[in-house]
């Protein structure tokens, strides 16, 4: 680059796609400034350059060199790349920092801020924007969205620390700065900029209710085998996931009948309905509902069936048949990865496989898989009640 073409560029002044930075300049500055131009259209730095055009250059090189590096490795959320080169006015020395529009974006400081480009400087960027960005560079599913007016007093901490012990193996501790638990949250994606996601209230909120309605499980227990008779029993379930499940199971429990059978010459007591088939069937229903749907998932218990009815119907490219043979789109991919680690379900697309071996095993009628409307239901018939 010629002495010219840089005296051009610092006589333009700051642009959208230009920035000048003293050598000076705290980490925080250069961060913000670099996120930028990543979460927009690319742009240079000029380190080395005040504000107001007057070139101070850069008195050690390599050690500026350096920090940016360090700043573009461990300040911005992804890691982001630069091109950086020495340039010369004569015997001054400038650091020239290109950055192209990031491929990862949203970026974020480790502080949590999301910045764009506006005019001849920068701003935080609303969460429209920062929606679109995750829209334009992936695939963007539902359980990454951002809560409105959420933040980290909306966390229950305990159950974050404990989650972090039990699916990390590190010490369960009580006194985590508040910074570290955003940045982890954020690493999990449970929350993007200082807001949680879906996921993250689902799984670690207090009152995950008060933010997501009906992110809800309602259960009704039935004499007959019609919807439309007489409601022995209704209740709703609410909670984070993990707490939903846990009530729900002990609901089936206490409506569901023992069986007895004979095995040898001893006679066991046995669950009407396998508990492992129970617990597989809800635990897809809340980890694989559509939660932009604003209705709960329906547990209804008749005297000879149990129907889940899930919000939503299969994503595209996925038929009933495709289901039922284990192969599935994940459509809650933060949610399922947090179950997983809890060991509450797994990732191989088998459980509606092993509810098909349960029954079978069982000597149960085979399970019903199919779309009804907005809703996928999975229906597990009852051993006939004794005469």
Same mark, same amino acid.
């Given at each position: 680059?010629?002495?010219?073409?840089?005296?051009?560029?610092?006589?333009?002044?700051?642009?959208?796609?230009?920035?000048?930075?003293?050598?000076?300049?705290?980490?925080?500055?250069?961060?913000?400034?670099?996120?930028?131009?990543?979460?927009?259209?690319?742009?240079?730095?000029?380190?080395?350059?005040?504000?107001?055009?007057?070139?101070?250059?850069?008195?050690?090189?390599?050690?500026?060199?350096?920090?940016?590096?360090?700043?573009?490795?461990?300040?911005?959320?992804?890691?982001?790349?630069?091109?950086?080169?020495?340039?010369?006015?004569?015997?001054?020395?400038?650091?020239?920092?290109?950055?192209?529009?990031?491929?990862?974006?949203?970026?974020?400081?480790?502080?949590?801020?999301?910045?764009?480009?506006?005019?001849?400087?920068?701003?935080?960027?609303?969460?429209?924007?920062?929606?679109?960005?995750?829209?334009?560079?992936?695939?963007?599913?539902?359980?990454?969205?951002?809560?409105?007016?959420?933040?980290?007093?909306?966390?229950?901490?305990?159950?974050?620390?404990?989650?972090?012990?039990?699916?990390? +193996? =590190?010490?369960? /501790?009580?006194? @985590?700065?508040?910074?570290?638990? %955003? $940045?982890?949250?954020?690493? &999990?994606?449970? *929350?993007?900029?200082?807001?949680?996601?879906?996921?993250?209230?689902?799984?670690?909120?207090?009152?995950?209710?008060?933010?997501?309605?009906?992110?809800?499980?309602?259960?009704?227990?039935?004499?007959?085998?019609?919807?439309?008779?007489?409601?022995?029993?209704?209740?709703?379930?609410?909670?984070?996931?993990?707490?939903?499940?846990?009530?729900?199971?002990?609901?089936?429990?206490?409506?569901?009948?023992?069986?007895?059978?004979?095995?040898?010459?001893?006679?066991?007591?046995?669950?009407?309905?396998?508990?492992?088939?129970?617990?597989?069937?809800?635990?897809?229903?809340?980890?694989?509902?559509?939660?932009?749907?604003?209705?709960?998932?329906?547990?209804?218990?008749?005297?000879?069936?149990?129907?889940?009815?899930?919000?939503?119907?299969?994503?595209? +490219? =996925?038929?009933? /048949?495709?289901? @039922?043979?284990?192969?599935?789109? %994940? $459509?809650?991919?933060?949610? &399922?990865?947090? *179950?997983?680690?809890?060991?509450?379900?797994?990732?191989?697309?088998?459980?509606?496989?092993?509810?098909?071996?349960?029954?079978?095993?069982?000597?149960?009628?085979?399970?019903?898989?199919?779309?009804?409307?907005?809703?996928?239901?999975?229906?597990?018939?009852?051993?006939?009640?004794?005469?």
């Amino acid at each position: 680059m010629t002495a010219d073409e840089i005296a051009q560029a610092v006589q333009g002044g700051e642009t959208m796609y230009t920035e000048f930075k003293s050598a000076a300049a705290r980490p925080e500055c250069l961060d913000t400034a670099f996120i930028s131009f990543l979460n927009t259209k690319g742009g240079v730095l000029w380190l080395g350059i005040e504000d107001d055009g007057t070139v101070s250059g850069v008195t050690d090189i390599d050690g500026a060199r350096q920090r940016v590096d360090q700043i573009l490795a461990n300040n911005i959320t992804p890691r982001a790349t630069a091109f950086i080169e020495q340039v010369e006015i004569g015997v001054t020395r400038l650091l020239k920092i290109t950055l192209s529009r990031g491929l990862d974006r949203p970026y974020y400081t480790q502080r949590g801020q999301c910045y764009v480009r506006q005019n001849a400087g920068k701003r935080l960027a609303s969460r429209e924007e920062i929606r679109r960005m995750y829209m334009a560079v992936r695939s963007f599913f539902f359980d990454e969205s951002v809560l409105s007016g959420t933040g980290l007093s909306d966390v229950e901490k305990p159950i974050l620390n404990a989650f972090l012990a039990a699916a990390y +193996g =590190v010490a369960e /501790e009580t006194d @985590r700065p508040d910074e570290e638990l %955003e $940045r982890l949250l954020r690493n &999990l994606k449970c *929350m993007a900029g200082e807001e949680l996601t879906v996921a993250g209230a689902l799984l670690f909120g207090r009152q995950p209710q008060r933010m997501l309605p009906t992110a809800r499980m309602e259960f009704a227990r039935f004499e007959g085998e019609i919807a439309g008779e007489t409601i022995l029993d209704r209740k709703t379930v609410e909670g984070r996931l993990p707490q939903q499940l846990d009530q729900i199971e002990s609901l089936l429990r206490l409506h569901l009948r023992d069986a007895g059978v004979i095995r040898g010459f001893e006679p066991e007591v046995q669950a009407e309905l396998p508990p492992e088939m129970l617990r597989e069937s809800v635990t897809n229903a809340l980890v694989h509902r559509d939660y932009s749907i604003s209705a709960p998932v329906r547990v209804m218990l008749f005297e000879d069936r149990l129907e889940i009815h899930s919000p939503g119907q299969l994503p595209n +490219g =996925v038929s009933v /048949e495709n289901v @039922r043979a284990g192969i599935h789109v %994940e $459509r809650n991919p933060i949610i &399922l990865s947090l *179950m997983s680690k809890l060991g509450l379900m797994t990732r191989l697309g088998t459980g509606i496989v092993r509810i098909f071996r349960l029954a079978a095993e069982r000597g149960l009628p085979e399970p019903e898989l199919e779309e009804r409307g907005a809703e996928f239901v999975v229906t597990l018939y009852r051993m006939p009640s004794p005469a």
